[in-house]
T-cell receptor, first 116, second 116 residues
């Protein structure tokens, strides 16, 4: 299957700082990427859909000014958590849709964010 | 709004036993995915089911899809400890339904513990 990477895998930051998470499709072009958030022992919650060259579509209840998404190229989407607070601590997972075949989503390894 | 229900949410089973996890969903869809998640890790794709009646098997796991009943099952045969993990089903929105973008809606997950 296709490979998706995320960087960093783990980040600890102080409250009030901003954190950028990168999601890359390594061996395919992804016009659509997705950002999910997962709390401990919970399921994945879709935060936003990121389309290359256009604004992201955010799910209801997700603050677009807090979670900035940029999909500047066909292989890279970034999620920036601005002015992070402890309640933003979570596991963030991206996925990228591979248009070859049947549009399956491939998931990155996730980023564990801890805000102190 | 697409709803996906998994049951059971917790499953403790002895090695060597068989069991089935159920995934029900609320709207028309022909595409369903099963994933495995180990603690602290991202999702590992297990099965992609793309049509009514689809059945796929890999090792001790077998998944099936009945789109008319809006039901998928993940059957575990002769469980072994290595199968202990959380299993998620995810249903893909029909991209032409208005939801667009091939979004996935996840079930809450089934935490499987296989006891020696």
């Amino acid at each position: 299957g296709a490979v998706v990477s995320q960087h960093p895998s783990r980040v600890i930051c102080k409250s009030g700082t901003s954190v950028k998470i990168e999601c890359r499709s390594l061996d395919f072009q992804a016009t659509t990427m997705f950002w999910y958030r997962q709390f401990p022992k919970k399921s994945l919650m879709l935060m936003a859909t990121s389309n290359e060259g256009s604004k992201a579509t955010y799910e209801q209840g997700v603050e677009k000014d807090k979670f900035l998404i940029n999909h500047a190229s066909l292989t890279l989407s970034t999620l920036t958590v601005t002015s992070a607070h402890p309640e933003d601590s979570s596991f963030y997972i991206c996925s990228a849709r591979d248009k070859r075949g049947f549009n399956e989503q491939f998931f990155g390894p996730g980023t564990r964010l801890t805000v102190l | 709004e697409l709803k996906v229900e998994q049951n059971p949410l917790f499953l403790s089973m002895q090695e060597g036993k068989n069991y089935t996890i159920y995934c029900n969903y609320s709207t028309t869809s022909d595409r369903l995915y099963w994933y495995r998640q180990d603690p602290g890790k991202s999702l590992e794709s297990l099965f992609v089911l793309l049509s009514n009646g689809a059945v796929k098997q890999e090792g001790r796991l077998m998944a099936s899809l009945d789109t008319k009943a809006r039901l998928s099952t993940l059957h575990i045969t002769a469980a072994v400890h290595d199968l202990s993990a959380t299993y998620f089903c995810a249903v893909e929105e029909d991209p032409y339904s208005g939801a667009g973008s091939y979004q996935l809606t996840f079930g809450k997950g089934t935490k499987l513990s296989v006891i020696p």
